[in-house]
């Protein structure tokens, strides 16, 4: 039991330091301001986060949402992109692959679901937000070629996360 908590924390603590990471530079800064070890700093941060939701607020809820994909869509993103840089320079700009649009769809829905978990009263408001939103999902999961899922990520995915389109 021992060894498997301290593997455990040994893996912690290699994922904080690896530097392909997007929390390396947050990690290395706090970790150099305080003088405190990075599993210490992330133990702490876990602890807090604890702390915050358990109330269950609209703000916990939102940020359990946020937790929940926030990470998951950046390594999603960074996957697709891996994905396509395998892929032959000519290919590269060509159409948007099946698995890639649907990845946009399902990062596109977990952004919108927080979005109106953050906002519900606000978008409730807005005249056919529920039309918008239905038809808006409905073209990116249409079975086409150019639908909305391969839009955004020609335009916003693509863009953000390789370096060569900025």
């Not at 039991?1 to 290395?28: C, E, H, Q, Y």
């Not at 649907?102 to 919108?112: D, E, H, P, Q």
Request: proline share 5%; with cysteine; hydrophobic share 50%.
């Amino acid at each position: 039991m021992a060894a498997n908590v301290l593997s455990a924390l040994n893996d912690i603590d290699a994922a904080l330091r690896a530097t392909s990471k997007p929390w390396n530079g947050l990690f290395s800064w706090a970790e150099a301001r305080t003088g405190i070890t990075r599993l210490k700093l992330f133990f702490g941060v876990v602890c807090a986060t604890c702390m915050f939701l358990i109330p269950g607020s609209l703000y916990s809820a939102l940020a359990s949402d946020l937790l929940g994909f926030a990470y998951p869509a950046y390594a999603t993103a960074a996957l697709m992109m891996r994905t396509v840089e395998q892929l032959p320079a000519a290919d590269r700009r060509a159409s948007v692959s099946p698995d890639n649009r649907w990845f946009t769809y399902w990062m596109l829905f977990a952004v919108a679901l927080t979005v109106q978990q953050m906002c519900g009263g606000l978008l409730r408001s807005v005249p056919f937000y529920c039309l918008i939103k239905t038809a808006f999902f409905a073209w990116c999961a249409a079975p086409m070629e150019a639908n909305g899922a391969a839009y955004v990520y020609a335009v916003v995915v693509r863009r953000y996360f390789n370096p060569d389109e900025r």
